[in-house]
C-alpha cells in the first residue's frame, strides 16, 4: 500500500544507465584525471592535476570520501594511474613535471611510500598500465614507454617515441600493451610485453585523431579507442592481426571521450565525454552500436577519469572541474540491467531449493500476491517477513543475505523494496504529485493516474519488473494501493506465467478494472498499459 505523503528522489534513467548520485569532493581536490578501482575492498582512488598532485579515496558501498593523501612538492599533476589489487598499491604519473615521476601509494594504509624519477626527458606520463602478474608497470611518457619492475620499484627501460600517448591499454593474455597517439590521424602503437619491443604502429583513418581513451575486450580479442574529436568516434582494432575493423561516430555534441572503462562480460564499453555537461555513451560490443547516452546534471562536466564496478553495477566517472571553494565531482552511474521479465523462470521459478527469497511485508494484500507466485515455482524456497532482522536491516532495508528476491508491495509497505528505489537500484519506482500517482523509470514518468478520479476498490494499477542488484534478480510487483498489488498475484498467474517466454520487457504496468463489479480482481479484468526496458 501506498500513501499520498510519499515523495521521493527520482533519478535520469536513458537507455538502461542511471545517474544515481553525485559525490562532491572537497576544495583543492580538482581535476580528477585518472582513476584507479580496488573493488574487492569497496574503494577507488582518483587522481588530481594540482600542484602537488593529490590522491582521494572513495569509498564504493556508501559512495563516500574516504580521505585524500597530498603527494610531495613536484609530484605536480596526475594524468595515469595503476593499481595492484594483488599487492595492493597503486601508481600514479605526473604531468609536466620534468622528468616525470611515478609515485607508489600502499593502499592498506593510504600511504605514500616512494616515488621513482624517470630520466631527464621521459616527463609527461599521460597514460599507464599494468601487467600484475609479471610485475611491471607501463608508463606512456613525450619520450616513448617507459617499463618499471614494480617488486623492485626501478626503471627497466623504454621504448622511444617522441609525441603524447594519451591513451593505454593491455591484453595480457597475448602479452601485448597499446597506446593510443595524440595525432592526426591517431596512430596506436603496440608493445611486445615478453622482450619489451615495438611490435608496430597502426594508423587509423581520417578524423580518428587523438585517441584519447581506450579499453581492451581480451576475452573477444578487441580493443576500443576513443577519439578526442567533435563528435567523439570510436575505432574498433582487431587484436589477431592488429587491424583496424572499423568506426563508430557518436552523435552531435558527444566530443571529446575522454574516459572509457569496459564491462566485457556484459558486452558493454562506456566513454565520459569532453562536454559541459558530461555525458556517458553506452556502446554494445557484439555488434558494435551505440546503445545511447545518460547526460548528467549540470556541472557534472569533462568527464576525465573513470572506473568500473562490474560486479555491483556501477561505474564513477571523475570530472576535470575544480574552483576555490568546490572540488572536482565524482558521478556513480548504474551501468546495467536490461532483465526481462521472462528471466523470472529461471532466475525464481525454477531455481534450486532453498535459494530464493520470498519477503512478506506482513501486509494479507501483499503475502496473497505472494502466495499466487510461490505457488509457480517448482521447489520450496524460503519465505521470511521484512521484520526479521537477522535477515533484512530494519534501519536501511537492505537484504542481509545473498540470492534472488521475490517482493511485494510499494515503498510504504516494503522497506526491502523503499531501499531499492532509494539506492537507484529498481527500475520502475513510485512518486507522488499534488494531482497524480506515477509509476517513475528516472525522471520519466511512464503510467499517471489523476489522483481526483482515482478509486482504487474500482480500478487500481500495479507494475510487475525485474531488475538486477549486482548479481542478485529481484522480481518485484506492487500496486498503488492494495487492490493493485492483490490483482499483481492473480495476473500472474493466470495471464502472465502460462505465457511468460513472450513477456521479454522488463517491466509491464497494469490496469486492474472491475468490470463485474463484484469487487473482486479477475485476471480477465486486468490489461497492460505500459511496459518497457
Ligand atoms: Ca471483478
Not at 582521494?56 to 594511474?81: I, M, P
Request: aromatic residues 12%.
Amino acid at each position: 500500500m501506498l500513501t499520498i505523503a510519499v515523495c521521493q528522489t527520482a533519478f535520469a534513467v536513458v537507455n538502461a544507465q542511471t545517474r544515481v548520485g553525485a559525490l562532491n569532493l572537497n576544495p583543492g581536490e580538482s581535476y580528477l584525471c585518472c582513476a584507479v578501482i580496488d573493488a574487492a575492498n569497496d574503494f577507488a582512488y582518483f587522481g588530481t592535476d594540482t600542484v602537488p598532485g593529490k590522491v582521494v579515496k572513495v569509498r564504493l558501498s556508501d559512495f563516500t570520501r574516504v580521505g585524500a593523501l597530498t603527494l610531495n612538492a613536484g609530484e605536480d599533476r596526475l594524468l595515469s594511474a595503476v593499481i595492484d589489487t594483488v599487492n595492493g598499491y597503486a601508481y600514479f604519473g605526473t604531468y609536466y613535471s620534468v622528468p616525470g615521476i611515478v609515485v607508489k601509494i600502499r593502499l592498506s594504509d593510504f600511504t605514500r611510500v616512494g616515488a621513482l624519477t624517470l630520466n631527464w626527458e621521459e616527463h609527461t606520463l599521460r597514460s599507464a598500465v599494468i601487467d600484475i602478474a609479471n610485475g611491471f608497470a607501463y608508463f606512456g611518457s613525450e619520450n616513448g614507454v617507459v617499463k618499471i619492475n614494480l617488486s623492485t620499484f626501478t626503471r627497466v627501460g623504454k621504448i622511444p617515441y617522441s609525441g603524447a600517448l594519451p591513451s593505454a591499454a593491455i591484453d595480457t593474455s597475448n602479452g601485448f600493451a597499446y597506446f593510443g597517439t595524440w595525432t592526426s590521424p591517431g596512430t596506436v602503437w603496440r608493445v611486445r610485453l615478453s622482450d619489451f619491443s615495438n611490435a608496430g604502429g597502426l594508423t587509423l583513418n581520417t578524423d580518428e585523431n587523438a585517441l584519447f581513451s581506450a579499453v581492451v575486450d581480451m576475452a573477444n580479442g578487441f580493443a576500443y579507442f576513443g577519439t578526442d574529436t567533435s563528435p567523439g568516434r570510436i575505432v574498433k582494432v582487431r587484436l589477431s592481426d592488429f587491424t583496424r575493423v572499423a568506426a563508430l561516430t557518436l552523435n552531435a555534441a558527444e566530443d571529446g571521450l575522454r574516459s572509457a572503462v569496459i564491462d566485457s562480460a556484459n558486452g558493454f564499453a562506456y566513454f565520459g565525454t569532453e562536454t559541459w555537461p558530461g555525458k556517458v555513451v553506452k556502446v554494445r560490443l557484439s555488434d558494435f552500436t551505440r546503445v545511447g547516452a545518460l547526460t548528467l546534471n549540470t556541472g557534472e562536466e569533462r568527464l576525465w577519469s573513470a572506473v568500473i564496478d562490474t560486479g555491483s553495477g556501477f561505474a564513477y566517472f571523475g570530472t576535470y572541474t575544480g574552483t576555490l571553494t568546490s572540488g572536482a565531482i565524482v558521478v556513480k552511474v548504474k551501468i546495467s540491467d536490461l532483465t526481462r521479465l521472462n528471466q523470472v523462470s529461471g532466475a525464481v521459478l525454477n531455481a534450486p531449493a532453498n535459494t530464493i527469497y520470498y519477503v512478506r511485508t506482513g501486509n494479507m494484500y501483499d503475502d496473497s500476491a505472494l502466495g499466487f507466485i510461490y505457488a509457480k515455482g517448482v521447489n520450496p524456497q524460503n519465505i521470511i517477513i521484512q521484520t526479521d532482522s537477522t535477515k533484512v536491516n530494519q534501519a536501511t532495508g537492505a537484504p542481509l543475505f545473498t540470492g534472488n528476491m521475490v517482493l511485494f508491495g510499494g515503498r510504504a509497505a516494503s522497506k526491502v523494496v523503499k531501499y531499492y528505489e532509494d539506492m537507484g537500484c529498481a527500475l520502475v519506482t513510485f512518486s507522488a504529485n499534488a494531482t497524480h500517482y506515477r509509476f517513475m523509470k528516472g525522471l520519466t514518468s511512464v503510467y499517471s493516474v489523476a489522483t481526483s478520479t482515482y478509486t482504487p476498490s474500482k480500478a487500481d494499477y500495479f507494475v510487475v519488473q525485474v531488475y538486477m542488484e549486482g548479481s542478485r534478480t529481484v522480481f518485484s510487483m506492487w500496486g498503488f494501493e492494495k487492490e493493485g498489488t492483490y490483482a499483481s498475484g492473480i495476473y500472474f498467474a493466470d495471464t502472465v506465467y502460462p505465457n511468460l517466454a513472450t513477456y521479454t520487457q522488463c517491466f509491464y504496468v497494469c490496469k486492474w478494472t472491475d468490470l463485474n463489479n463484484d469487487g473482486i480482481q479477475q485476471s480477465n479484468e486486468i490489461s497492460v498499459v505500459a511496459s518497457g526496458t
